[in-house]
């Protein structure tokens, strides 16, 4: 009987990364550049060793934090330094631990202390992973290369100056995962140095200047997922249930006697 227990209660406790991550991407529906992670249920698992010969138990896969780089819907702005990063070009920013980090939000700003950086706060780097600097009185455009350009407003006649080029990674053929900060980083396989920072893929980066994408997460598909989830939780529930209900019974009849 604790055989049933076991199993059934292990498989309940090792969904709960389920259910996490299926409210992370509803309450991220409408967040800028969200990219939800691919969808993995828990698989079953024999235990061997003492005492362990007949368990099976529920596991996380392993790439339960691994991304889901589908496009989202193209949101048009207008704006010169909203870009939308296309197919599964990333872009580099500097981590909260000071790292190289990648996103798929793409609304970058000028900061009062004259860098760039994109809507949740994060500095926008260069290709050499440095900050990008922009001069006082600047007018920024993005082109649709990658490389960032300023105009002195106080002379709408000048040619533009290159500021450098924004750090775009192709990541078709690399894995990347959700950091603990909600940006993205490549699988330790693929990281070629400690700063973060992975080679880019086959593909050519593409970025579309004048839009933002919108999250790849669907409020219905994840509603119709939870409650999948919790169907699933309650069954799991009643085995546990049912089966106490049978020692019960099993204890009385030996008691009988």
Known sequence: M?????????????QSFQ?????NDLANVSTIGYKRSITSRP???????????????????ARAEEIDLKAGHHIETGVQTDIAMNNA???????????????RRGDIRVTDSGLLEIGSGQLVLDDGGNPITVPADTVVSIGTNGIVFGQSGLDSSGVPAELGTLMLRDASATALVRRTDGLYG??????PNANGDFATGPEPVSITVGSLEGSNSDAVEVMVNLLDYY??????????????ELDKDGSRMMSAR
């Open 43 to 61: 698989e079953t698992v024999a235990y061997v060793g003492s005492g362990f010969t007949t368990r099976y138990q529920a596991i996380a896969p």
């Open 19 to 23: 259910r996490v991550q299926l409210t």
């Open 231 to 244: 169907r699933s939780f309650e069954t799991q529930m009643k085995i546990i249930k049912s089966t106490e």
């Open 186 to 191: 490549a699988a330790e396989a693929a990281l």
């Open 2 to 14: 604790d055989k049933l227990v076991y199993t059934a209660l292990g498989a309940a406790t090792n």
């Open 89 to 103: 070009t990333v872009l580099g920013v500097q981590g909260d631990n000071g790292e190289i980090a990648f996103t």
